[in-house]
């Protein structure tokens, strides 16, 4: 069983920024891909991005490219997730999760975090 969990959410301004950290209980491997989602209300859940644990390959959703940048921290598995650039349509519930293979749709992953609030205002 792992456990993730999402910290680094809060309330900013457009044009601010915002890093959101993801920690995992146990070793995440470097077979392991790992990526954030979020979901706004009334909306579907939307991928934003995804590293490959062992290469530090990434990517974005085209909503976050140039803005959003993924990273790792390897030694003590925990993921990033640095936004610049905020929008008001960046306003969500930021979700960590560990895939079982390549995957955007949200369907192939075996973990998920808790969430952390997002909230980007005029």
């Known amino acids: 069983q792992v456990q993730l969990v999402e910290s680094g959410g809060g309330l900013v301004q457009a044009g601010g920024s915002l890093r959101l950290s993801c920690a995992a209980s146990?070793?995440?491997?470097?077979?392991?891909?790992m990526a954030w989602f979020r979901q706004a209300p009334e909306k579907e859940r939307e991928f934003v991005a995804l590293?490959?644990?062992?290469?530090?390959?990434?990517t974005y959703a085209d909503s976050v490219k140039g803005r959003f940048t993924i990273s790792k921290d390897g030694a003590n598995n925990i993921m990033y997730l640095q936004m610049s650039d905020l929008k008001p349509d960046d306003t969500a519930v930021y979700y960590c999760?560990?895939?079982?293979?390549?995957?955007?749709?949200?369907?192939?992953?075996?973990?998920w975090g808790q969430g952390t609030q997002v909230t980007v205002t005029q």
């Open positions: 999760a560990r895939a079982r293979s390549y995957d955007t749709s949200g369907h192939d992953y075996d973990y």
């Open positions: 590293i490959r644990w062992g290469t530090g390959r990434t």
């Open positions: 146990s070793r995440i491997f470097s077979s392991h891909l």
